[in-house]
Structure formats: structure tokens, C-alpha cells
T-cell receptor, first 114, second 113 residues
């Protein structure tokens, strides 16, 4: 597609439930990133995929968070046993590999845990 | 933790005035980027400046970088109401972190018609 697509755009879930957030990056972009943004805050890095390399998971806040990227394209961020502090906007971005490029962001998924 | 810190946290100006936002960072960088965010959703990439560059222009945007002071500034000239948004700087430290951005807390810019 023309841009980075994220789904769902909004998700309300009950505390303790699992959620899956999806990101469809721009075709051909080898790098894919997940960030989250709490209300009025900056962006917190979660995880980074680059081509076939092992992902950089250094930003995942707990073992309840995991992500995968299938076939070097679509990525899914899974949060197990959601907690209220997981409420945030989850943003996905992609960019070409190689030289310096900016990120192209999706519109995000607003997750609310009640 | 956030590497970049923007200053001011909020800026309110009249249409036609210039807006200047500053960003400071702590570690050496490969490049620094500025992004705009409307309505708390997706960010839009504005401009990228490499560590060996000192100034860059794009339309009404002017970015400067001073690596000795570990700081950057974003100038928006002749501001418009449509420039109202949050602006974030982000640093790419390069090396093993190449391509991974660390974002600041942002500056909220309000341009009054």
C-alpha cells in the first residue's frame, strides 16, 4: 500500500485479556519499528525488526509483550494479560534499509484497558 | 529514557510569526530528525540532518545542528494555523543502534489565526 497501515485503530479490552495489534508496512521497507505513546508523552521504543536479523527487543517493558514479523512484511504486537498501564497509542513505523531515511508512521492503535 | 529534550514544552504564537524549537541530546549521533504529530496519532517526518551537517532547509523549515553543544533547533518561518501540532526531535545514535530513533518529549506549538 501507499502508507503504513495499522489495525485496529481503536481497541478497548478488559484487564487480563490478550490483544493483538497489526502493522502492515510499506512494501519493500526492510526496517519496522514499534513504539508506544502514553497520553501527552513522547514515544517509547518497544521493538525493531531489520530484514532477517534477530529483532532488537530491548524496549519491551515485560515478558507479557511480544512481537513477530512474518515474511519480512506484516508485524503483530501481542500483549498478554493486559494491565491498565498498557493503555496507550501503539505506533508502528517502517523505513527502507541502508542509508539515512526518516520513518513513515502508521496512524496507530489506541488501546484502552478497562 | 528519552535522549532528546525539547524546549520549550509549549509555544503559542500568532500567524505569520516565526516559531523556534530547541532540542538537546546526550550521546553522539549519526543523524537527528524532526517529526510533527497532529491529534496524538501518527507522526510525519519533516527533515533529517546528518551529524556532519550544520544547517538544512526544507520549504519554511530550517534546522540547525551543533554537535559540540549536542543541540538542534527547528525554525518554522511565517507560521500558519495549520502548523499547530506537536513537534518531536529524534536521534539516531548509529552503530549497533543504527536506524533506531530515540524521541524527545515534544514541543506543543499553537498558532493563532
Amino acid at each position: 500500500g501507499a502508507g503504513v497501515s495499522q489495525s485496529p485503530s481503536n481497541k478497548v479490552t478488559e484487564k487480563g485479556k490478550d490483544v493483538e495489534l497489526r502493522c502492515d508496512p510499506i512494501s519493500g521497507h526492510t526496517a519496522l519499528y514499534w513504539y508506544r505513546q502514553s497520553l501527552g508523552q513522547g514515544l517509547e521504543f518497544l521493538i525493531y525488526f531489520q530484514g532477517n536479523s534477530a529483532p532488537d527487543k530491548s524496549g519491551l517493558p515485560s515478558d507479557r509483550f511480544s512481537a513477530e514479523r512474518t515474511g519480512g512484511s506484516v508485524s503483530t504486537l501481542t500483549i498478554q494479560r493486559t494491565q491498565q498501564e498498557d493503555s496507550a497509542v501503539y505506533l508502528c513505523a517502517s523505513r527502507p534499509g541502508g542509508s539515512d531515511y526518516g520513518y513513515t508512521f502508521g496512524s496507530g492503535t489506541r488501546l484502552t484497558v478497562v | 529514557s528519552q535522549q532528546g529534550e525539547e524546549d520549550p514544552q509549549a509555544l503559542s504564537i500568532q500567524e505569520g510569526e516565526n516559531a523556534t524549537m530547541n532540542c538537546s541530546y546526550k550521546t553522539s549521533i549519526n543523524n537527528l530528525q524532526w517529526y510533527r504529530q497532529n491529534s496524538g496519532r501518527g507522526l510525519v517526518h519533516l527533515i533529517l540532518i546528518r551529524s556532519n551537517e550544520r544547517e538544512k532547509h526544507s520549504g519554511r523549515l530550517r534546522v540547525t545542528l551543533d554537535t559540540s553543544k549536542k543541540s538542534s533547533s527547528l525554525l518554522i518561518t511565517a507560521s500558519r494555523a495549520a502548523d499547530t501540532a506537536s513537534y518531536f526531535c529524534a536521534t539516531d545514535a548509529g552503530g549497533t543502534s543504527y536506524g533506531k530513533l530515540t524521541f524527545g518529549q515534544g514541543t506543543i506549538l499553537t498558532v493563532h489565526p
